[in-house]
């Protein structure tokens, strides 16, 4: 496993790259390579049980978005999409498969519409979209989520945000809820006061996913929020290549919720 930090505009990120098991190093050029990309408030560690299978057979690339985990906190103008692509050209990677869910899925598309030419495949897990109308019940949510860290305090944040209908489901499996309470231990709830310089995608993918022709999957889990339900559906309508799975017994982090199956599906897939 290669890990490190890489220099991208105006920062750095850090990422783990890990190379096919099952094949020599000549074979392991040529194997595809699978981007996992985190949920918002979590980082890289998130994907271990995915990492575990799906290194066996493809190189997997994971990293953590700038804030999270090991990447600084950004205090200059960037682009998550962006960051991605000088990511995988520092790597000197020519085309991925991009993997992401809840805020990653968000990343996933926003590349995979920006950099067709970049991209073998896109999987879609619990998605959100950018330019998603916000008066949701998970941008509500959130918005107290702001409120709480900025009159209680982080941990009071972090112990509110533990509450959400995202993580529920996650009591049935005390491995991944335990990884969860440990990613978010770590977590500086840095986005929640108003410091990050994000900038938003060129093409609105609300309106326009015509440059995704690549095969797609998107899933989600039935007991999950209605937005990420919604956009899920949005996606799968809007583009053409696309297969929709929904899965019963499972909310939102479904690739810690029914590990197994999902990983089932995604190697099926691909």
């Given at each position: 496993?290669?890990?490190?930090?890489?220099?991208?505009?105006?920062?750095?990120?850090?990422?783990?790259?890990?190379?096919?098991?099952?094949?020599?190093?000549?074979?392991?050029?040529?194997?595809?390579?699978?981007?996992?990309?985190?949920?918002?408030?979590?980082?890289?560690?998130?994907?271990?049980?995915?990492?575990?299978?799906?290194?066996?057979?493809?190189?997997?690339?994971?990293?953590?978005?700038?804030?999270?985990?090991?990447?600084?906190?950004?205090?200059?103008?960037?682009?998550?999409?962006?960051?991605?692509?000088?990511?995988?050209?520092?790597?000197?990677?020519?085309?991925?498969?991009?993997?992401?869910?809840?805020?990653?899925?968000?990343?996933?598309?926003?590349?995979?519409?920006?950099?067709?030419?970049?991209?073998?495949?896109?999987i879609a897990?619990?998605?959100?979209?950018?330019?998603?109308?916000?008066?949701?019940?998970?941008?509500?949510?959130?918005?107290?989520?702001?409120?709480i860290q900025?009159?209680?305090?982080?941990?009071?944040?972090?112990?509110?945000?533990?509450?959400?209908?995202?993580?529920?489901?996650?009591?049935?499996?005390?491995?991944?809820?335990?990884?969860?309470?440990?990613?978010?231990?770590?977590?500086?709830?840095?986005?929640?006061?108003?410091?990050?310089?994000?900038i938003h995608?060129?093409?609105?993918?609300?309106?326009?996913?015509?440059?995704?022709?690549?095969?797609?999957?998107?899933?989600?889990?039935?007991?999950?929020?209605?937005?990420?339900?919604?956009?899920?559906?949005?996606?799968?309508?809007?583009?053409?290549?696309?297969?929709?799975?929904?899965?019963?017994?499972?909310?939102?982090?479904?690739?810690?919720?029914?590990?197994?199956?999902?990983?089932?599906?995604?190697?099926?897939?691909?």
């Open positions: 496993m290669e890990s490190g930090f890489t220099k991208i505009s105006q920062g750095k990120i850090y990422y783990e790259y890990y190379k096919a098991i099952k094949t020599s190093q000549a074979e392991s050029r040529q194997c595809p390579t699978i981007v996992l990309i985190h949920g918002n408030t979590l980082d890289l560690r998130m994907w271990e049980p995915q990492i575990k299978f799906l290194s066996k057979q493809y190189n997997v690339l994971v990293y953590d978005m700038r804030g999270f985990g090991k990447s600084p906190i950004p205090d200059e103008p960037y682009s998550r999409h962006k960051d991605l692509l000088e990511l995988i050209d520092s790597l000197n990677i020519k085309k991925v498969i991009v993997v992401g869910i809840s805020l990653g899925a968000l990343v996933a598309v926003d590349f995979a519409n920006a950099y067709p030419q970049k991209t073998l495949g896109l897990l619990s998605p959100v979209i950018s330019f998603w109308q916000s008066n949701t019940e998970l941008g509500l949510y959130w918005k107290k989520l702001i409120e900025k009159t209680k305090g982080d941990k009071a944040a972090k112990n509110f945000w533990l509450k959400a209908k995202l993580f529920e489901n996650l009591d049935k499996n005390i491995r991944a809820k335990s990884m969860i309470k440990m990613i978010l231990a770590d977590y500086s709830c840095w986005n929640l006061k108003g410091i990050d310089p994000r995608p060129q093409i609105d993918p609300t309106k326009n996913l015509d440059n995704i022709k690549c095969k797609t999957l998107i899933m989600f889990g039935e007991k999950d929020m209605q937005v990420f339900i919604d956009c899920a559906k949005f996606l799968h309508e809007k583009i053409k290549n696309s297969k929709l799975i929904a899965i019963q017994d499972a909310s939102h982090l479904i690739n810690l919720e029914r590990i197994d199956f999902v990983n089932k599906i995604i190697n099926n897939f691909l």
